[in-house]
């Protein structure tokens, strides 16, 4: 039987394409089985009363995660959360949460906030998306 993989998604629902299509691929790829503890559109945790309750239960998503998951496409340096997901993944728990950054299909330009951060840099195909997942967790 196959690990089921733990994974949280960072996203920014402004560029909510990629998280689409990365979440497509996981769907479709065969022998491979995940569960999405990413905080999803319609998500009451959307509508916390302050940022603080926001962040608690970022975090208590990325607590159940094996692996967190960046997109390093520029605009993840100007997203307002993406500072705060990598500062829970690597200093909220007694072990690290490691973190894949997949670099954007055809994108010139990286973040360097998520590169820094990560353990492990893909490109954007599924076998080396899938690839670094098996390997981080």
């Avoid at 909510?16 to 065969?30: F, Q, V």
Wanted: hydrophobic share 40%; charged share 20%; proline share 4%.
């Amino acid at each position: 039987m196959s690990k089921t993989h733990n994974l949280f998604i960072s996203h920014s629902w402004n560029y909510s394409d990629a998280y689409i299509k990365l979440t497509s691929m996981l769907d479709n790829r065969s022998h491979f089985m995940y569960k999405n503890f990413s905080v999803p559109k319609d998500d009451p945790i959307h509508n916390a009363p302050n940022e603080k309750l926001l962040y608690e239960a970022i975090k208590r998503q990325i607590q159940l995660s094996h692996v967190v998951i960046l997109m390093s496409g520029v605009y993840s340096t100007h997203s307002k959360w993406i500072n705060k997901e990598i500062l829970i993944a690597t200093r909220e728990f007694s072990i690290k949460k490691p973190i894949l950054a997949i670099e954007p299909w055809g994108s010139e330009r990286t973040s360097k906030v998520v590169t820094d951060a990560a353990d492990l840099i893909v490109g954007w195909n599924t076998e080396s998306i899938i690839t670094g997942i098996r390997k981080l967790s």
